[in-house]
Nanobody, 122 residues
Framework: QVQLVQSGGGLVQPGGSLRLSCAVS?????????MNWYRQAPGKQRELVAA???????NYRDSVKGRFTIYRDNANGTMYLRMNNMKPEDTAVYYC???????????????WGQGTQVTVAS
């Protein structure tokens, strides 16, 4: 039983910074493959923000390049999204996703975090 628990959301002013975290845990042994951050703003579709592979390769959507950094700490099974120079258009519910394979399965599957609100406003 895999769980992704998110933290770090909140209210920040434009130009400010925030760091989100996503911790993966399970009742049995597991390995984490790719991990992604998504966000969904009011009235908009959910969109991919950033992605990181198990090898550390990263990708970002154009609107956050140079401002956001995705990274992971494999020792504690946690992924982070550091957001700098934040803009009002970054306001959204942010969700993490991890592709996880548990020892009882030969294949990995995707698991979602619960989401956390990020609001950028003065």
């Amino acid at each position: 039983q895999v769980q992704l628990v998110q933290s770090g959301g909140g209210l920040v002013q434009p130009g400010g910074s925030l760091r989100l975290s996503c911790a993966v845990s399970a009742t049995i042994s597991f390995s984490i493959h790719n991990m992604n951050w998504y966000r969904q703003a009011p009235g908009k579709q959910r969109e991919l923000v950033a992605a990181i592979t198990d090898g550390g390769s990263t990708n970002y959507r154009d609107s956050v390049k140079g401002r956001f950094t995705i990274y992971r700490d494999n020792a504690n099974g946690t992924m982070y999204l550091r957001m700098n120079n934040m803009k009002p258009e970054d306001t959204a519910v942010y969700y993490c996703l991890a592709r996880v394979r548990v020892v009882t399965s030969a294949a990995a599957r995707d698991y979602w975090g619960q989401g956390t609100q990020v609001t950028v406003a003065s």
